[in-house]
């Protein structure tokens, strides 16, 4: 390890080295071109996505408007991490710069941030449409989907900065060998000589706030949603209005679900190494689904693509 002594007589790593998703090399090429397939279909899928939403009229309405920025978050934060990951099947010893590791962890933090927060927007307002339908297109307006989308990422500059403040606290030494394949604040946590029980406090707080907030806002949301559909008297009704959740709801069961297994329970219950296999749910399952999950299971997205195939086709 490469360490340079500050006035303060602390240490500082110039790289590190990502130990990446497994040690066993006969599972390294399988596995390259597994994440690599994911890694295409996720970018194929999600800027799609935001193509069609972009080519088509009928679909800018604020359903569509959050989702094209979902499909952008998820593009975004794929892309920040599953290149590195990819290099990490292919080289012998998968380094990675102190700056690169930074930067790599502020747009992963703002990133998934920003993704908790647009998944409690469309959750806002699939319940505006459901239970106000008459007052749809005045609740959200075009000023009140912005601001909803300035708060989704001020959430995620928040929790971005709030956790690069925690890593700025820690000294590093000894050992620069990160037990993942990204830049994650628990095994940089592992790797401090000076970590306290203080820094696992502010990430519990912090991942709170980036995952507690959203999920009370979506289940607050979802259960008006509820209310209001066993309200209605015919069963074409109720079904329509639970196919209009449906995708949402699979997409926030997927990304919570495996976010909140991997931060919100202490490290002796869920070790690290199977935190990594948790943490390949949110960085390369979940932004690969979404786009199929809204396209495959939505009317509005089908019609609007076969519209643009046909005319690019004729």
Known sequence: MQVRMSAENSSFVTEFVLSGLTDQP??????????????????????????????????????????????????????TLTPKMLMGFVLKKNLISYAGCITQFFFFCFFVFSESYILSAMAYDRYVAICKPLLYKVIMSPQMCFFLLAGVYGMG??????????????????????????????PLLEL??????????VVFIVVTIGIGIPIVTIFISYGFILSNILHISSSSGRSKAFS??????????????????????????????????????????????????????????????????????F
């Open 192 to 201: 401090s000589c000076n970590s306290s029980y203080i820094h696992l406090l």
């Open 244 to 313: 209009t959740c449906s995708s949402h709801i699979i997409v926030v069961s997927l990304f919570f679900g495996s976010g909140a297994f991997m931060y919100l329970k202490p490290p002796s219950i869920l070790p690290l190494d199977q935190g990594k296999v948790s943490s390949i749910f949110y960085t390369a399952v979940v932004p690969m689904f979404n786009p199929l999950i809204y396209s495959l299971r939505n009317k509005d997205v089908k019609i609007a693509l076969k519209k643009t195939l046909s005319r690019n086709v």
């Open 26 to 79: 006969g599972l390294q090429m399988p596995l390259f071109l597994l994440f690599l397939g994911f890694y295409m279909v996720t970018v194929v899928g999600n800027l799609g996505l935001i193509a069609l939403i972009g080519l088509n009229s009928h679909l800018h309405i604020p359903m569509y408007f959050f989702l094209f920025n979902l499909s952008f978050i998820d593009c975004s934060y794929s892309t």
């Open 157 to 186: 500059v928040f929790g971005a900065v709030a956790h690069m403040g925690n890593i700025m606290f820690i000294t590093f030494c000894e050992d620069n060998l990160i037990n993942h394949y990204m830049c994650d604040i628990i």
